[in-house]
């Protein structure tokens, strides 16, 4: 079985949906601070430097295991040499509605 549709499967478990759902946002920003840091060359240990925090804390933004601050995204973010953007949209139809309704 593929990893997608092994992620397919467990979507028609309404829990499982909704804490996907739940936890979509962290892992996004998870993958695009691994994605950008990766671009930038640098080690978990050289991010967390510039940062001003512990490896650990990159570490576990990385993981999405913990909610960052806004304030320690924002230092990522500079550390990056990024740009925070922060929106807020009407909600979608999330993978628990559809699962629900047999989509």
């Known amino acids: ?4 549709e092994y992620f397919e499967q467990q979507m028609k478990d309404p829990e499982f949906a ?3 759902d739940e936890l979509e946002p962290e892992f996004r920003l998870a993958e695009q601070l691994i994605a950008l840091r990766l671009k930038r060359g640098l080690t978990q240990e050289q991010l967390a430097e510039k940062v001003g925090t512990k490896q650990s ?5 990385e993981s999405a295991s913990s909610l960052p601050s806004l304030s320690m995204v924002r230092k990522v973010a500079t550390a990056l040499d990024a740009q ?5 949209r009407p909600t979608k139809v ?3 509605q559809k699962a629900h309704a047999g989509v």
């Open 57 to 61: 804390s990159i570490s576990r933004l």
């Open 18 to 20: 909704q804490a996907y």
């Open 1 to 4: 079985m593929l990893l997608q």
């Open 84 to 88: 925070l953007e922060i929106s807020l």
């Open 94 to 96: 999330s993978h628990r």
